[in-house]
């Protein structure tokens, strides 16, 4: 079945970076799309960015612009989300999901969701 | 960006009775060319991550329970549960995939009266 398995929890300060991980299996990786999305304490969701797993094509949220870096390891089928200049702001579960769309094509919604890292920002 | 918006924020509802909430777009998630509606639904239950109920508005995801149903068009849209049962307390999302950034609603809580 399919699984997005996820790194632990962070703690970082004002002004860090943080690199969340994302280790799918139970389908063929490069064949699908992978989004982050991000929930705030007690708050909705926000769709940050998407990856092309294969090429490692992205696109990102206008004001994620500058700060969210994305990259695809094949070989281990993982997927990394790098996010700088990090504030207060930015303390949140931040979430992988798969997008179902066939063959490199993506669909826009989230059919496989990875547990959630949790990063706070705190000084 | 194209806002999302829920209501009620809050809803309780007996068990074995119907449950509605409505989604709002500030345009229309209508594709003219597909002619296909670009909205989902997500559950999420208290420390778990979301999961996927309808997508193209009306169709369920493998799995789903059928008395979960998604309904609308254009820019009003309504996800119903026919007969609450308990494992259905959870907050629902409505999200827009039209049109980057995909954007989500606020959210509904459901509890049981």
Known sequence: QVQLVQSGAEVKIPGASVKVSCQASGYTFINYHIHWLRQAPGQGLEWMAIINPSGGSTSTAQRFHGRVTMTSDTSTTTVYMDLISLSSEDTAVYYCARDPGWDGRRSGWFDSWGQGTLVTVSS | ?113
């Open chain 2, 1 to 113: 960006d194209t806002v999302m918006t829920q209501s009620p924020d809050s809803l309780a509802v007996s068990l074995g009775e119907r449950a509605t909430i409505n989604c709002k777009s500030s345009q229309s998630l209508l594709y003219s060319s597909t002619n296909k509606t670009y909205l989902a639904w997500y559950q999420q239950k208290l420390g778990q991550s979301p999961k996927l109920l309808i997508f193209w508005a009306s169709t369920r995801e493998s799995g789903v329970p059928d008395r979960f149903s998604g309904s609308g068009s254009g820019t009003d849209f309504t996800l119903t549960i026919s007969s609450l049962q308990a494992e259905d307390v959870a907050v629902y999302y409505c999200q827009q995939y039209y049109t980057t950034p995909y954007t989500f609603g606020q959210g509904t809580k459901l509890e049981i009266k």
